[in-house]
C-alpha cells in the first residue's frame, strides 16, 4: 500500500516487540513514522535524544522510516503528516481493551483515520518497555528482550 502510518508509542525504551510491529508494518505501508511520545506527566527512564538514538541504532537510515518526537493527540499528527494509519501492536487481551477504547475515541474524532492492529509475534509476548527497564535497574540479561543494536548502544550511553 502507498500510504503513510503512524506507530505511536514512548520507545522507553525500543525493544524487539516494537521492532518486529515496525518491520510488519513496512509490509503494509510505504513509509512507518515512529510517533515518539512526549509527555510531561510520564516519567521516562531514557530522554528524547537517547530514545531517538536507540531507534536509529536499529533502523539506521532506512528511507521508509522517518523518527518523529510529538507532544499532542496522535490524529492531529496524522493530519500534519498526512497519515491515514495508526499501527498498534497487541500482546493480549489487556492490550486489546485499552487499545481499542483509544482506536473508538480517535474514530469519534476523525473518522478519516483507521487503527491497525498488529498481534504480537509469539515469542515476543512477554516484551515490555516496563519489562527492559526493570532488567536495566537491576542488571538482568536484556539479550531476548532488545535487538543488539540497542544493547550496544546502552553500553556506549553508559545505561548498562
Ligand atoms: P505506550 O506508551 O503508548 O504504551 P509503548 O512504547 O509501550 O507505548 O508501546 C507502543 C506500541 O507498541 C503499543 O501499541 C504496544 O501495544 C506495542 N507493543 C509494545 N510491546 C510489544 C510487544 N512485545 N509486542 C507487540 N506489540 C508491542
Not at 520507545?11 to 510491529?21: K, N
Amino acid at each position: 500500500m502507498n500510504h503513510t502510518a503512524i506507530f505511536p508509542g514512548s520507545f522507553d525504551p525500543i525493544t524487539l516487540g516494537h521492532v518486529q510491529i515496525i518491520k510488519e508494518s513496512l509490509k503494509l505501508f510505504n513509509t512507518v513514522i515512529i510517533g515518539i511520545g512526549i509527555n510531561d506527566n510520564k516519567k521516562y527512564m531514557f530522554n528524547l535524544d537517547e530514545r531517538i538514538a536507540l531507534i536509529q541504532s536499529v533502523f539506521k537510515s532506512n528511507k521508509h522510516i522517518i523518527i518523529k518526537p510529538y507532544s499532542q493527540l496522535t490524529i492531529k499528527l496524522c493530519v500534519e503528516t498526512n497519515a491515514k494509519y495508526i499501527v498498534r501492536g497487541l500482546r493480549d487481551i489487556r492490550d486489546f481493551n485499552y487499545e481499542l477504547d483509544i482506536a473508538l475515541a480517535n474514530q469519534v474524532l476523525d473518522h478519516d483515520i483507521q487503527t491497525i492492529f498488529i498481534p504480537t509475534n509469539k515469542k515476543y509476548i512477554h516484551i515490555s518497555s516496563s519489562t527492559v527497564k526493570e532488567l536495566i535497574r537491576f542488571k538482568g540479561n536484556l539479550e531476548q528482550f532488545v535487538p543488539k543494536e540497542v544493547y550496544s548502544t546502552l553500553v556506549s550511553l553508559n545505561k548498562i
